[in-house]
């Protein structure tokens, strides 16, 4: 009887999907990694990481402008302009079910004209899919969005899923205006649902099942 349970528990846990990550980063270690105004032009500084910044489209005058790692989280404060963080390419090869979540915040008062995008590519970054409206904090153009005259957002965990392709690359936009204005992102998170059963894994698995049947009986005899 032992066996057979040990049979049945074994097929059941080759039916059920696995979790695993397959990208994260949480910015640990790399305090003023990213780019950071000054007098003459934005400076850039992503020698110790594996993710990099656009600041074509910013405007970072001052080091009160960035978009850098600040206390162990991705920190845009008055950007004045566009300003992209992007994610290295990750191979997407052999997974399915991709789910991408991150812990987003804000403090001061963001006016409508400030954003916040999360847009995700699993083309290896030709083509963006843009997120909008999160949870009815941002717009038909945006993700998060200030709300001029009340509280922009509370902080949360954005989740959602992301459709199936070859290879994955996050990015996001931050647009705010005064120093006062600062947009967090932490514990960004691609995880998938490897599904099973490769064929090799369940025959190996009966025949464990199998072995453990014929010790059960010698022990018996
Ligand atoms: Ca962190
Ligand atoms: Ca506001
Ligand atoms: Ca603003």
Not at 135 to 157: A, C, I, K, R, Y
Request: net charge negative.
């Amino acid at each position: 009887m032992k066996a057979v349970c040990f049979t049945l528990a074994a097929l059941f846990a080759a039916s059920s999907a696995q979790a695993v990550t397959v990208y994260a980063e949480d910015f640990e270690g790399q305090n003023g990694q990213g780019a950071i105004g000054s007098s003459t032009g934005a400076i850039i500084d992503t020698s110790g990481v594996d993710w990099s910044v656009d600041v074509t489209n910013a405007n970072l005058m001052t080091s009160d402008d960035f978009v850098q790692v600040v206390d162990g989280r991705l920190n845009a404060r008055d950007t004045s302009g566009n300003a992209s963080w992007l994610s290295p390419i990750i191979d997407l090869t052999g997974f399915a079910g991709l789910t991408l979540s991150m812990d987003v915040s804000e403090t001061g008062n963001h006016e409508n004209e400030d954003f916040l995008d999360i847009e995700v590519s699993v083309d290896g970054g030709s083509t963006f899919f843009k997120y909008t409206d999160y949870l009815g904090f941002g717009s038909v153009d945006h993700t998060f969005t200030g709300n001029t005259g009340g509280e922009d957002f509370p902080d949360l965990t954005f989740v959602e899923s992301v459709t199936a392709g070859t290879e994955f690359q996050l990015r996001l936009s931050f647009l705010n205006t005064q120093s006062s204005e600062n947009f967090f992102i932490d514990n960004i998170a691609l995880n998938a649902e490897v599904s099973p059963v490769p064929l090799p894994a369940s025959a190996a698995l009966m025949a464990l099942s199998l072995g453990a049947l014929v010790v059960a009986r010698r022990r018996k005899a």
